[in-house]
T-cell receptor
Framework: GAVVSQHPSRVICKSGTSVKIECRSL??????MFWYRQFPKQSLMLMAT?????????EQGVEKDKFLINHASLTLSTLTVTSAHPEDSSFYIC?????????????FGPGTRLTVL | DAKTTQPTSMDCAEGRAANLPCNHS???????VYWYRQIHSQGPQYIIH???NNETNEMASLIITEDRKSSTLILPHATLRDTAVYYC???????????????FGKGTHLIIQP
């Protein structure tokens, strides 16, 4: 299957700082990328959808000014958590769709665990 | 998207077939059944999908009932590495369409016992 990477895999930061997470599709061009977050013992929740070259579409309840998403190329999307607070601590996962994929397959990255102190 | 219902957890002995059920009684004619799994602290992994015919790939088989109101994911020879949460998701599909993100339910926590 297609490969999606995320960087960093784990990050610890102080409250009030901003953190950038990268999501890359390594062997295909991702026309659409998705960002999810997962709190402990809960399921994944979709945060936003981004199409290359367009503004991201955010799910209800997700603050677009806090979670900045950039999808400037067909292989890279970034999520920036601005002014992070402890309640933003979570497992952030991206997925990508596009290229040879049919039938709405999405391929997920390994996730980034964010801990805000 | 149609809602799915899965058991919260299941146990299976290593080497045996693991059969994971999913109910999707409100599925529409143009909705596919997708299965993903998530091993602890990793991103979800695509397993298989189908519309109405049974499907098989190198990972699993998918059996969909004739009325399409339920399906079963079969892992033919479960190993300890198959311990994960398995998600059954019903989605509209098609090339170029259905670009929305996935809606994950609680899934089934499958535990493979040695």
């Amino acid at each position: 299957g297609a490969v999606v990477s995320q960087h960093p895999s784990r990050v610890i930061c102080k409250s009030g700082t901003s953190v950038k997470i990268e999501c890359r599709s390594l062997d295909f061009q991702a026309t659409t990328m998705f960002w999810y977050r997962q709190f402990p013992k809960q399921s994944l929740m979709l945060m936003a959808t981004s199409n290359e070259g367009s503004k991201a579409t955010y799910e209800q309840g997700v603050e677009k000014d806090k979670f900045l998403i950039n999808h400037a190329s067909l292989t890279l999307s970034t999520l920036t958590v601005t002014s992070a607070h402890p309640e933003d601590s979570s497992f952030y996962i991206c997925s990508a769709r596009g290229g040879r994929m049919d039938y709405n397959e999405q391929f997920f990255g390994p996730g980034t665990r964010l801990t805000v102190l | 998207d149609a809602k799915t219902t899965q058991p919260t957890s299941m146990d299976c002995a290593e080497g045996r077939a693991a059969n994971l059920p999913c109910n999707h009684s409100t599925i529409s004619g143009n909705e596919y059944v997708y299965w993903y799994r998530q091993i602890h602290s990793q991103g979800p992994q695509y397993i298989i999908h189908g519309l109405k015919n049974n499907e098989t790939n190198e990972m699993a088989s998918l059996i969909i009932t004739e009325d399409r109101k339920s399906s079963t994911l079969i892992l033919p020879h479960a190993t300890l590495r198959d311990t994960a949460v398995y998600y059954c998701i019903v989605r509209v599909a098609g090339s170029g369409g259905g670009a929305d993100g996935l809606t994950f339910g609680k899934g089934t926590h499958l535990i493979i016992q040695p």
